[in-house]
């Protein structure tokens, strides 16, 4: 059964750093390609930030410099590094994994992030 923990939300002030991490379990976690997500209160979910299994990593206009996705197939994790957070960054953050050739796809609970002074 495929299970996807987020983790590492929380409040903080603009300007401020985050790390989210995702604990995945399941499934061959070094085979599926692996990326976060982000929902603000009224607005659809968008991609932030993935990680494919050859190693290679694409990012949201919107986060290119201050956010880095990073994974350690060891401990089949993912994580997100958030620096100079601001408030238009509040959002859920979700993590996903896509299986091999796209076929599936699943999501964790998500975890809330909220940038406010």
């Known amino acids: 059964q495929v299970q996807l923990v987020e983790s590492g939300g929380g409040l903080v002030q603009p300007g401020g750093s985050l790390r989210l991490s995702c604990a995945a379990s399941g499934f061959t976690f070094s085979t599926y390609g692996m990326s976060w997500y982000r929902q603000a209160p009224g607005k659809e979910r968008e991609l932030v930030a993935a990680h494919n299994t050859g190693g290679s990593t694409n990012y949201a206009d919107f986060v290119k410099g201050r956010f880095f996705i990073s994974r350690d197939n060891h401990v089949n994790m993912v994580y997100l590094q958030m620096n100079s957070l601001k408030p238009e960054d509040t959002a859920v953050y979700y993590c996903?994994?896509?299986?091999?050739?796209?076929?599936?796809?699943?999501w964790g609970q998500g975890t809330q992030v909220t940038v406010s002074s």
């Open positions: 996903k994994a896509r299986s091999p050739r796209g076929r599936s796809d699943y």
